[in-house]
Nanobody, 125 residues
Framework: VQLQASGGGLAQAGGSLRLSCAASGRTFSSYTLGWFRQAPGKEREFVAAIRWSAGFTYYLDSVKGRFTISRDNAKNTVYLQMNSLKPEDTAVYYC???????????????????WGQGTLVTVSS
């Protein structure tokens, strides 16, 4: 499995960015695709995830209503639309993929077996 993340950059507080994660290497019907982030000096944290087949979505509480995860099956790509950005959203964002992740584990980084390179999101105040 290969995951290629893109779309990071600099945004002002209140602005928007869209991250993309192009996935390849296998059929993802049983996979969960997720976004995690790691800010300087902090641990990696779950941001959002989507069940590839059913489309169910899960979010970190602090991004609910601001971020939207979606997927394009035809393009094998997962997106993270980030609106109303805050300086505390500044981090390196990583996309990840995991097979057969149960509901209680979708927020657990260790359950995702495949990771893309990070893309830096910087939000200025």
């Amino acid at each position: 499995v290969q995951l290629q993340a893109s779309g990071g950059g600099l945004a002002q507080a209140g602005g928007s960015l869209r991250l993309s994660c192009a996935a390849s290497g296998r059929t993802f019907s049983s996979y969960t695709l997720g976004w995690f982030r790691q800010a300087p000096g902090k641990e990696r944290e779950f941001v959002a995830a989507i069940r590839w087949s059913a489309g169910f979505t899960y979010y970190l509480d602090s991004v609910k209503g601001r971020f939207t995860i979606s997927r394009d099956n035809a393009k094998n790509t997962v997106y993270l639309q980030m609106n109303s950005l805050k300086p505390e959203d500044t981090a390196v964002y990583y996309c990840a993929a995991g097979d057969g992740i149960i509901l209680s584990a979708v927020r657990v980084a260790e359950k995702y077996g495949f990771w893309g390179q990070g893309t830096l999101v910087t939000v200025s105040s």
